[in-house]
């Protein structure tokens, strides 16, 4: 599976959008690309997922370019409640599907 | 039911003895994953299971450690001879077959404590 690489840490203000930008050159044909929101004390808990261009859905947006080499997270107008940790993830489905977690993006939304 | 449960939530035992640790899945999940986190590290696979069979048991650190699932539901993590190093969260994972559109749903894991 391909490893991934994304920041260590990123800090922001409320209200602003905040975009994590992942690596994964490796990634192959039938890896999907998928993010995880983790509080502390909590299982991490699905983000949104995405194969190729353009995802969003209630809480996200996902960009993909044509390469897939890489992806980006993009949360608009975070709010302290989005401090946390995010992880970036390429999940092969039709071999198991097990995840492997990097150290993920410790994200602090400050006031 | 609505979420996965792990039980117990948190578990303190003495090194040498055996833990059972538990995870009842989403119904209708047939894809199940056991995860560790330890203080300050990643999350850790364990082992995965597709219905009652284990076909990646990649992760267990030793043979000290094995799972185990029944009627395609329950599956229950056992650590024999626990080690102080074993101390960790573990946490429980499962999904509907193939690419689930909504990923993975976790438990809020067993806090495990060897003293």
């Known amino acids: 599976l391909a490893k991934t690489t994304q920041p260590i840490s990123m800090d922001s203000y409320e209200g602003q959008e905040v975009n994590i930008t992942c690596s994964h050159n490796n990634i192959a044909t039938n890896d999907y690309i998928t993010w995880y929101q983790q509080f502390p004390s909590q299982g991490p808990r699905f983000i949104i997922q995405?194969?190729?261009t353009k995802v969003t859905n209630e809480v996200a947006s996902l960009f993909i370019p044509a390469d897939r080499k890489s992806s980006t997270l993009s949360l608009p107008r975070v709010s302290l409640s989005d401090t946390a940790v995010y992880y970036c993830?390429?999940?092969?489905?039709?071999?198991?599907?097990?995840?492997?977690f990097g150290q993920g993006t410790e994200l602090s939304v400050k006031p | 039911g609505a979420g996965v449960s792990q039980s117990p939530s948190n578990k303190v035992t003495e090194k040498g003895k055996d833990v059972e640790l538990r995870c009842d899945p989403i119904?209708?999940?047939?894809?199940l994953y056991w995860y560790r986190q330890s203080l300050g590290q990643g999350l850790e696979f364990l082992i995965y299971f597709q219905g009652n069979s284990a076909p990646d048991k990649s992760g267990l650190p030793s043979d000290r450690f094995s799972a185990e699932r029944t009627g395609g539901s329950v599956s229950t993590l056992t650590i024999q001879r626990t080690q102080q190093e074993d101390s960790a969260v573990y946490l429980c994972a499962s999904s509907s077959q193939g690419a689930p559109e909504n990923g993975y749903t976790f438990g809020s894991g067993t806090r495990l404590t060897v003293v």
């Open positions: 119904s209708g999940h047939t894809a």
């Open positions: 993830l390429v999940v092969r489905y039709n071999q198991g599907g097990k995840l492997i």
């Open positions: 995405g194969y190729k």
